[in-house]
């Protein structure tokens, strides 16, 4: 493999830090045509993700969005010039609890990556290259490997620790945080979710995370102060409330909530949630769903094709060729996992209250909560089919990212039983979530029009037809449901059908 | 010494016909974290689980996929086809990804009237331990439930004597290497060490005692460089071998089917479950243990040291992930102490890579200058 090449000033936080500033200094009013006339002047990998961010059906929501990353780049900027603890985390790992701390700033890797594929030009692949120039394997996780990658060169902002709660959830997510600790010499911290998802397992997760914050907290060199944490606390619980808003709008049938509010939610989630910015941007995009509603405007139309639950991740190479090319195809997209953290209120009534609801929103955590534990399957499958239903989703898609070893191991089974269980068809693609080289977009594409086309049509068409037929033998039929008789289907029989389809 | 490979390439091997005759119950295991003491100890016969270089995993790949290791999909493989329909029951590890994968399609799709999962913690440290004993103490209670046996602290102490007295023998063959004079090349060792866990324990003992009396009186091999192999798990024997056939004599190695096995010494004093608890998860030397590299590290230096390899060749199966990262700290760690390090990827049990590796193993071989 060639030797890649990179500059002092080339790592991937600094580049997006750059580009973020520009952007930051768009007026929230801008016009269709001020954004076209601007973006094209950007390369065409950042023009594809801007051009569907800055859509203008959005744009209150995505400045809101941008502007929470924007303060968490510069907030972690200045923690490392004012010599506080920068502390690389996984999306997985709360990071209120960081932003509890005076002298710590919390860094997710999975979000650095996915912003360097997003808005560089090149996207992240430098980055990879680089990491896999020292031998680690090609299937190792994108997610967080290209910002990793990225550390590893020794040209970028290099965290002061690193927080891993991959443990028992990911093998490779643990591998490699714990791989870059161990190059770079900084400490290193691990939070187990214990291979059991009953009160046992909760218990001992607690017993971690407590042990987590004393490690931390002498690290940092503070005691975290209640008072701090119960601010945290108090805006976690803000968040909490606007994410289960923005759950049930998403849950109309049209649904007025645009396909990328997924992942502004999550990414919200993975950074700065708990702080005021976190709460302006969840609610940001709850207003403009509740106007779009009011309005009756819904991003993929009235008349939706589909209402696909992505029951794992989704695609974030290319912003445009997968959420607005999924819009205007009539595809609702009703968000990926990563959205199931399922957050509950803390009791703020003291510190321990707070540490215990931060410990329940850890062992809640996407990945965490459905792969950790017990058995793989069952949790991951009870989250798909509790969304699906609670979300009127109509299909599911596996976007088959290749590193997944945990999903992948036990898709199989899922598959069949959210088709027994919640009589929806799965679609299974394989991909790397990150790195367009894997599957291009235009093949996904593809793909998910055929599904469409041949499935999902054909189900509508073979429901309404079912409609049709009770619809005739109801004259009839009606009478003798009423009497217990023959003519009435039983649920049992309904789900019969979907298994068929 | 022959005997041995053949003996270990068979599934259902005498000793799984014997114990059927005598009525024993069979339970596979397939990860070095299950600790067999629990097994012997009730009269049962622990089988450590193989995946016999299938290569054809059509079955398995309907569960698993191709993003799975080749190992875990091989052994679902003879899962599913039959092959290990000799169990009574399966006990479950939480070792890798793939292997929770592996476990959880078999007991979906080919289900054992007994199966127990044994949630092994990925940390050491006291909430970790406490834990891992509860683990023990509820293996030990579903075995005595299901199969309405008595497990005894007595049984327990005489199973871990006996297996002590195993792992002694099984060392002084293992080291035999470590002089000047090889006698037992790595592909008997392997085979060996896979017995070891397709055997019962007297049995096993048995047959170290025969290999014990043997081996000294063989002339040493020829050999051109000493080699010490690491990496994912493997019971390719046959690989071994060929590897061997260029010049390079295997004088150790850091699987966890080989000298993993040994497991360091246990605590002499507390109940016979916290011994073994401590014994086991405190010497897994397995990259899914984390935070956990300086003793792994500790151990392979160890290894070296006293083994004397030329060179060490570290493997790792396609899709394995925790060694595929660990190899390559350990490359980077073992080439600045000066140690020649050749890592390889392979696809587990696919005879079409062997000539493929020979040539690296062979490049190695003239770099070591041999």
Not at chain 1, 300 to 307: D, F, I, M, S
Request: with cysteine; glycine share 8%; proline share 5%.
């Amino acid at each position: 493999m060639a030797e890649v090449d990179i500059r002092e000033h080339q790592g991937l936080y600094e580049r997006v830090y750059s580009l973020f500033s520009i952007v930051g200094k768009l007026r929230p009013d801008i016009s269709e045509e001020e954004t076209e006339g601007i973006l094209k002047l950007l390369p065409p990998d950042t023009y594809r993700a801007l051009r569907s961010m800055l859509r203008q059906d959005l744009l209150p929501a995505t400045f809101a969005f941008m502007r929470t990353l924007q303060v968490w780049m510069d907030e972690a900027f200045r923690a490392k010039e004012e010599g506080k603890k920068v502390v690389l985390v996984p999306f997985n790992f709360p990071p209120e609890l960081i932003h509890a701390f005076e002298g710590a700033f919390p860094l997710t890797s999975e979000v650095l990556s996915t912003l360097g594929v997003v808005v560089l030009e090149g996207q992240g692949e430098r980055y990879w290259d680089y990491a896999m120039g020292m031998g680690l394997p090609d299937h190792m996780c994108s997610s967080n490997t290209i910002e990793l990658g990225s550390v590893l060169t020794g040209k970028d902002f290099a965290p002061d620790a690193i927080v891993s709660s991959a443990p028992g959830s990911c093998d490779v997510n643990s591998s490699i945080h714990e791989f870059v600790s161990h190059l770079l010499g900084v400490p290193h911290f691990m939070l187990e979710k214990p291979g059991d998802s009953d009160r046992r397992g909760r218990e001992l997760f607690g017993r971690h995370y407590l042990s987590l914050v004393r490690r931390l907290e002498e690290f940092v060199g503070e005691e975290l102060k209640e008072e701090n944490l119960r601010r945290v606390a108090d805006k976690c619980n803000e968040c909490t409330d606007l994410y289960y808003d923005l759950w049930e709008l998403r849950s109309r049938v049209p649904t007025p909530v645009p396909a990328i509010f997924a992942l502004y939610t999550y990414a919200t989630r993975f950074t700065m949630w708990g702080r005021d910015e976190g709460i302006e941007c969840l609610r940001a995009c709850v207003d403009l769903a509740r106007s779009n509603l009011e309005r009756e405007y819904f991003p993929a139309g009235k008349e939706e094709v589909a209402r696909p639950l992505w029951i794992y991740l989704p695609y974030f190479f290319d912003f445009l060729g997968f959420f607005d090319w999924m819009e205007s195809h009539g595809i609702a997209n009703m968000g990926d996992v990563l959205m199931c953290c399922f957050p509950q209120r803390i009791d703020t009534t003291d510190r321990d209250s707070i540490l215990d609801g931060m410990a329940e929103a850890a062992w809640n955590m996407p990945m965490t909560r459905q792969m950790g534990g017990d058995f793989m399957s069952k949790r991951w499958l009870d989250d798909v089919v509790y969304a699906v239903k609670g979300l009127n989703a109509d299909c599911t898609i596996y976007c088959g990212h290749h590193s997944c070893k945990q999903t992948w191991s036990v898709f199989s089974q899922v598959r069949r039983e959210i088709t027994r269980t919640a009589g929806v068809p799965t679609l299974c693609l394989q991909g790397d979530s990150w790195i367009r080289r894997m599957t291009p977009m235009a093949v996904i594409q593809e793909e998910l029009t055929a599904f469409v086309d041949n499935v999902m049509r054909g189900r509508a068409g073979r429901r309404e037809g079912k409609r049709t037929r009770r619809s005739r033998a109801g004259r009839g039929g009606e009478a003798a449901a009423a009497a217990g008789g023959e003519g009435a289907p039983s649920p049992e029989e309904d789900i019969g059908e979907a298994d068929k389809d | 010494m022959m005997d041995l490979k053949k003996l270990a390439s068979e599934l259902p091997n005498r000793y799984v016909e014997e114990a059927r005759e005598r009525g024993t119950k069979i339970i596979g295991y397939a990860c070095l974290a299950t600790p067999r003491e629990v097994f012997d100890a009730g009269g049962f016969f622990p089988y450590r689980i193989r995946g016999m270089s299938v290569t054809r995993t059509e079955l398995a790949d309907a569960w698993l996929s191709r993003f799975n290791c080749g190992f875990c999909r091989s052994c679902l493989q003879l899962a599913l086809e039959g092959a290990y329909d000799f169990f009574d029951g399966l006990v479950e590890t939480n070792g890798c990804d793939h292997l929770r994968g592996m476990f959880e399609n078999w007991q979906y799709a080919h289900p054992r009237d007994f199966f127990h999962y044994i949630r092994v913690p990925h940390l050491t440290n006291q909430d970790s331990m406490d834990w891992f004993v509860e683990e023990l103490e509820l293996l030990k209670e579903a075995l005595e439930k299901h199969f309405e046996v008595s497990i005894t602290e007595e049984d327990l102490l005489a199973a871990m004597s006996l297996q002590g007295d195993i792992a002694d023998k099984l060392r002084r063959v293992y080291e035999s290497r470590w002089g000047d004079e090889v006698r037992v090349s790595g592909g008997e060792i392997l085979a060996l060490m896979t017995l070891e866990g397709s055997a019962p324990a007297e049995d096993f003992s048995r047959l170290l005692d025969e290999v014990l009396a043997e081996y000294p009186s063989r002339p040493p091999l020829k050999y051109r460089a000493r080699l010490m192999l690491g990496g994912s798990a493997t019971d390719e024997i046959e690989l071994v071998s060929e590897l061997e056939s260029v010049g390079g004599a295997v004088v150790a190695d850091s699987f966890c089917f080989g000298g993993r096995i040994f497991r360091g010494e246990e605590p002499l004093d507390g109940p016979p479950l916290r011994r073994l608890a401590h014994r086991y998860l405190y010497n897994l030397m397995c990259p899914r243990m984390f935070d956990d590299y300086a003793r792994r590290k500790a151990f392979i230096d160890d290894l070296i040291e006293r083994s004397r390899p030329d060179g060490v060749v570290l493997f790792h199966n396609k899709f394995c992930d925790l060694h595929g990262v660990e190899n390559v700290k350990l490359r980077m760690d073992l080439e600045k102490q000066g140690v020649p390090v050749l890592t390889l990827e392979k696809e587990y049990g696919a005879a079409a890579d062997i000539g493929r590796l020979k040539t690296r193993v062979q490049a190695f071989l003239e770099r070591l200058g041999k």
